[in-house]
């Protein structure tokens, strides 16, 4: 396990990366050690190279996470109602009731 990881290195990584990652993701890509994860966490997060979505999840934001996205992170269960996705997609101009 390394004990360094320059901000460099971390932003080449976000920048080709997917839009959210967990704990476990990150200490993959970096190899870091926990201790030195969780420091190195909560510089990007104040420098606002990751986004905390919740404790030990993060949003990407040089591949911003679409809020479905999000959402299914979050809550497994949810979904996507024909009518929401009907106007997603532009086939209905009625915003769906929440």
Not at 8 to 13: A, F, G, H, L, M
């Amino acid at each position: 396990m390394k004990s360094s990881f320059s901000q460099t290195d971390w932003v080449k990584i976000l920048r080709q990366g997917k839009s959210i990652y967990n704990f476990t993701e990150l200490m993959r890509l970096s190899d870091l050690s926990v201790l030195w994860l969780r420091k190195a966490i909560q510089r990007l997060v104040k420098r606002r190279l990751l986004l905390r979505l919740k404790r030990e999840l993060y949003a990407n934001p040089f591949a911003l996470p679409s809020l479905e996205e999000v959402a299914a992170v979050l809550y497994p269960l949810a979904y996507i109602s024909l009518e929401s996705a009907l106007f997603m997609h532009g086939v209905r101009d009625q915003v769906p009731h929440l």
